[in-house]
């Protein structure tokens, strides 16, 4: 059982450009989610979605778009990388309806932009 | 909006020793998550809260909920290394299922020396 796989797990980017980062979730989860994690500073919602084709933004949303065109999978994209977002992005996913339902993490992926 | 403070941020302590981390959040929930970061790995659900006075207890970790406080402790029990991570706190955004929005505490890195 994958769970919540994301890829790619590390990346390098010059300032200004861009790249997609992919998350797949295994559960039939309704809703994903897009975080950052910086240090000092917890994680912090970036974009979420509460079903396929739909999406919302999060507290930092700017700089970043995503797509959510199939169920099993959420897409985030960085059209201009800039320094500031260099950081390490999780997407987490939850079955979301009831009260009992925590967020499933995947494992991160790593950016760095020079 | 929720806020949601952890302390300490930082633990360092002995094999063997007790002690508690706190989670204060700023608004009124009746739900109130913990998870586990081991060192460069993903988040992992430890315990749902769901409402006023709900303990939980897995091993040498207990949580508790008191939503009139706007506190939840995580107590650890005769800590062992293998505790060592980083815990975090989380609430949710919303006043109800479904649109799950957390906020999360910036998190305390406990660490256990043998």
């Known amino acids: 059982n994958a769970g919540v796989t994301q890829t790619p797990k590390f990346r390098v980017l010059k300032t200004g450009q861009s790249m997609t980062l992919l998350c797949a979730q295994d559960?039939?989860?309704?809703?994903m989610y897009w975080y950052r994690q910086d240090p000092g500073m917890g994680l912090r919602l970036i974009h979420y979605?509460?079903?396929?084709?739909?999406?919302a933004k999060g507290e930092v949303p700017d700089g970043y778009n995503v797509s959510r065109l199939k169920k099993q999978n959420f897409l985030l994209g960085l059209e201009s990388a800039a320094p500031s977002q260099t950081s390490v992005y999780f997407c987490a996913s939850s079955q979301g309806q009831g009260w009992n339902s925590p967020l499933h993490f995947g494992n991160g992926t790593r950016l760095t932009v020079t | 909006e929720l806020k949601v403070e952890q302390n300490p941020l930082f633990l360092s302590m002995q094999e063997g020793k007790n002690y508690t981390i706190y989670c204060n959040y700023s608004t009124t929930s009746d739900r109130l998550y913990w998870y586990r970061q081991d060192p460069g790995k993903s988040l992992e659900s430890l315990f749902v809260?769901?409402?006023?006075?709900a303990v939980k207890q897995e091993g040498r970790l207990m949580a508790s909920l008191d939503t009139k406080a706007r506190l939840s402790t995580l107590h650890i029990t005769a800590a062992v290394h293998d505790l060592s991570a980083t815990y975090f706190c989380?609430?949710?955004?919303?006043?109800?299922?479904?649109?799950?929005?957390?906020?999360f505490g910036t998190g305390t890195k406990l660490q256990v020396i043998p």
């Open positions: 979605s509460v079903g396929e084709g739909t999406t």
């Open positions: 809260l769901l409402s006023n006075g």
């Open positions: 559960m039939n989860h309704e809703y």
């Open positions: 989380a609430g949710p955004r919303g006043s109800s299922g479904g649109y799950q929005k957390v906020t």
